[in-house]
């Protein structure tokens, strides 16, 4: 594997002075394992287990706020009903009555819906002109990781797992306590003795 981060011919050299097996690819880990070689990665990304639930509840409370940033004032919001419909979700996913859980997901869908509508119009009207150059551009941003959030289904591919962080994948990890990870798989290139750090790379697209 080539190391792309160890450019300067002087400092190969003086890597090579230090250790003569430098150069050593470190085991593909997760963000925030260990690695054979005791080579810690960076900590795990701020990515919660992706219940549609939360997300569309979220998805809703950032495009109501990316359209007052925006200068769009709505008819409605939701605001109240989206609490109370994710505080419901929880209670049906525990008690496991997954029937009024469809429902209060069909219902959140809904709202959704309604919401990114009424922003759409407002936006093409003619009295749409933001204060800020950037509203108009983030408010885009999120309407379309909404309507992502929105239409995606159970087994879908390229799903959203997190409306900050679109690269982030499902990784299994095939164990018992945590047999999925949200984040992108990742690998160092390590000295052999010393466990100088040469390179880093992610791997997007969850290869095996």
Known sequence: MAVDSVDDPV??????????????LACTVLRGEHA?????????????HPVDSRLLEIARHKVVSAAKRAGIQLKQTFAKEG???RRRAGGYAHAKQFRRLKRVLKRQRT???????????????PEF??????????????LERAE????????????????????????????ARKPYDFGVKSALVVSH??????????FPGNPY
Do not use: F
């Open 193 to 202: 003795k010393q466990g100088l750090m040469l390179g880093a790379r992610t």
């Open 111 to 125: 709202i959704l819906g309604i919401v990114m509508r009424q922003v759409q119009r407002k936006r093409q009207g």
């Open 148 to 175: 992502r959030i929105r239409t995606q289904q159970r087994h879908d591919k390229n799903k959203l797992y997190a409306l900050h962080a679109p690269e982030v994948e499902c990784i299994g990890k095939g164990k």
């Open 36 to 48: 054979g070689n005791g080579v810690l990665l960076p900590d795990e990304k701020a990515i919660a």
């Open 11 to 24: 400092r190969v050299r003086a890597v090579g002075r230090l250790e003569p097996c430098a150069g050593k």
């Open 83 to 85: 609490k109370e419909l």
């Open 129 to 142: 002109a933001p204060q800020h150059p950037t509203a108009a551009s983030n408010l885009g941003l999120w």
